[in-house]
């Protein structure tokens, strides 16, 4: 699976530039969600981070670009526009893992309370990607739309971060450390869905 992954996106040669490379690894993430953004992270820390202090520009660069990406896609739906962006999202969604359904819901979020739901959005894997997509095309402003990316991915990347650092302290290879990681976040994620579903079924 390691070299799968390595074979669509070089992301230990990208990684071997350093905080430059991590950056240009974050923004990728955020624009083309090739591969789980905790995986990305988990490795880029067990990999680039030696000692606790150098955590800290990691953190920051990786959070930065990661940034950079979500204004990139509020960007996006500021210029399609609500009817533009809908229809691409309908036609090619499922593509990228962004169905109508979740689209939509995303765009409702907004209606209650934005900077909550941008903060928070940031923490929940394929969410973080488009939601900046219905930030833009209801004009958040740009300023509040800004400090509630950085909030919440300055909170995801950093504790994937230094998890995949507590990972390498514990002499873990950063490929098998990252892989197993990804599959138990996985199991987590199938197990919290469930539960969710489960109990949307029994309140209706």
């Given at each position: ?57 990691l953190i920051i660069a990786t959070t ?108 873990w290879n950063p490929w098998i450390a ?27």
């Amino acid at each position: 699976m390691t070299h799968a992954i390595e074979g669509i996106i070089p992301i230990a040669s990208i990684a071997s530039y350093g905080l430059l490379g991590a950056a240009l690894l974050a923004l990728a993430e955020r624009l083309i969600p090739v591969v789980p953004s905790y995986g990305l992270f988990i490795f880029l820390g067990s990999s680039m981070v030696a000692t606790p202090i150098d955590l800290v520009p990691l953190i920051i660069a990786t959070t930065l670009a990661s940034s950079l990406g979500a204004v990139c896609w509020y960007g996006l739906g500021h210029a399609l526009g609500e009817e533009r962006t809908h229809n691409l999202v309908k036609r090619f969604g499922r593509y990228v893992w962004l169905r109508e359904p979740v689209y939509l819901s995303l765009s409702d979020r907004y209606s209650r309370n934005a900077f909550v739901a941008t903060f928070i959005g940031q923490t929940i894997p394929v969410v973080r990607v488009y939601l900046s997509l219905p930030a833009g095309i209801l004009a958040l402003p740009l300023v509040t739309f800004t400090l509630a990316v950085l909030s919440g991915s300055a909170l995801w990347v950093g504790a994937f971060i230094s998890l995949g650092y507590g990972l390498h302290v514990l002499g873990w290879n950063p490929w098998i450390a990252t892989l197993v990681a990804v599959c138990v976040l996985i199991v987590l994620e199938c197990c919290i869905l469930w539960l969710v579903r489960r109990r949307k079924d029994t309140l209706a």
